[in-house]
């Protein structure tokens, strides 16, 4: 049964800091790892959608890394805006979709 | 916006009741799952439907129930409500299935309270 831990389970930082959010996974069998944005109450918005044969995706100030060997994933983002203060959500795709708990990010001004 | 949308939006139901919760699809997708998203955790996979046939399905009993119309938007149906089934119920499409590289799209939610 895979299993997808993030952490931290929050963050806090000024505007302006490079972060990054971990993700680890146990069961390396997957299609496809996905990284989504959740605003408070909200549905999910998705980011970036690495596939099992890639290393990493960029999109404008996010990268988001992926290492099926050791079953991990980052997600970095740069220049952090107060915009950008939701929880982020990793999910693995295998036999199943299985999410992550999700790190609440909340960026200060 | 995904162009999937998710009615109704806030819901309130007694322990016991049924209820039905719905979902359309983004245009041209064939793929529908629905999860259940308590306050403060992941999504949790309820079932998925691919071309009006359940093929993929997580750890809920069989009260939780779907269908899958030919236009592809979905129904997820709940019988005899309990009060742990107070959550946020999320529908997202996509193209082809689990077993694919198609991004998923989803929906605002619906909020369910089981009092």
Redesign the interface.
């Known amino acids: 049964k895979q299993e997808?831990t993030q952490i931290p389970a929050a963050l806090s930082v000024p505007e302006g800091e490079n972060l990054v959010l971990n993700c680890s996974f146990t069961d390396s069998a997957i299609?496809?790892l996905?990284w989504?944005r959740q605003d408070p109450?909200?549905?999910?918005?998705?980011l970036l959608?690495i596939?099992s044969s890639q290393r990493e995706q960029t999109s404008g100030r996010l990268n988001a890394s992926l290492d099926k060997s050791s079953g991990r994933s980052t997600l970095y983002i740069a220049a952090s805006q107060p915009g950008d203060s939701a929880t982020y959500?990793c999910?693995t795709?295998?036999?199943?979709?299985?999410?992550?708990?999700?790190t609440q990010l909340t960026v200060n001004p | 916006e995904t162009g999937v949308t998710q009615s109704p939006t806030h819901l309130i139901k007694t322990r016991g009741q049924q209820v039905t919760l719905r979902c359309s699809s983004q245009s041209g997708h064939n793929t529908v799952s629905w999860y259940q998203q308590a306050l403060g955790q992941g999504p949790q996979f309820i079932f998925q439907y691919y071309r009006e046939e359940e093929n993929g399905r997580g750890n809920f009993p069989p009260r939780f129930s779907g269908l899958q119309f030919p236009n592809y938007s979905s129904e997820l149906n709940v019988n005899a409500l309990e009060l742990d089934d107070s959550a946020l119920y999320l529908c997202a499409s996509s193209l082809g299935g689990l077993a694919t590289n198609e991004k998923l799209f989803f929906g605002s939610g619906t909020q369910l309270s089981v009092l």
């Open positions: 997808v299609y496809n996905q989504f109450g909200k549905g999910l918005t998705s959608l596939q959500l999910v795709s295998g036999s199943r979709l299985t999410f992550g708990e999700g």
